[in-house]
Nanobody
Framework: VQLQASGGGSVQAGGSLRLSCAAS????????VGWFRQAPGNEREFVVSITWSSGRTYYADSVKGRFTCSRDNAGNTVYLEMNSLKPEDTAVYYC?????????????????WGQGTLVTVSS
């Protein structure tokens, strides 16, 4: 499975961005797709996951109510709508695909990773 993340950019606090993650290859083996982010000097942290078949989502508390994850199965694309952005949301955002779903909040669960897209939120 190959993943291509896009849509990052620079916005002011309170603004919005929409990230996309396009999947190709053997997507039939994908159980879920997750978004993670990594700020400079920090570890990569979980943002949200979405199961491919049911669309069930799990959000990190830090983004709950501001971010919305959805998927387009026909287009093999997962979207991350980010609203009310804060400077602390600044990070490189990665999408990843998992073949199973034991612990979708853990980056160790994911088998394939995209290259990341940078989101910068200024105050």
């Amino acid at each position: 499975v190959q993943l291509q993340a896009s849509g990052g950019g620079s916005v002011q606090a309170g603004g919005s961005l929409r990230l996309s993650c396009a999947a190709s290859g053997r997507t039939s083996s994908t159980y879920a797709v997750g978004w993670f982010r990594q700020a400079p000097g920090n570890e990569r942290e979980f943002v949200v996951s979405i199961t491919w078949s049911s669309g069930r989502t799990y959000y990190a508390d830090s983004v709950k109510g501001r971010f919305t994850c959805s998927r387009d199965n026909a287009g093999n694309t997962v979207y991350l709508e980010m609203n009310s952005l804060k400077p602390e949301d600044t990070a490189v955002y990665y999408c990843a695909a998992a073949k199973s779903g034991w612990n979708l909040r853990s980056r160790n669960e994911y088998d394939y990773w995209g290259q990341g897209t940078l989101v910068t939120v200024s105050s």
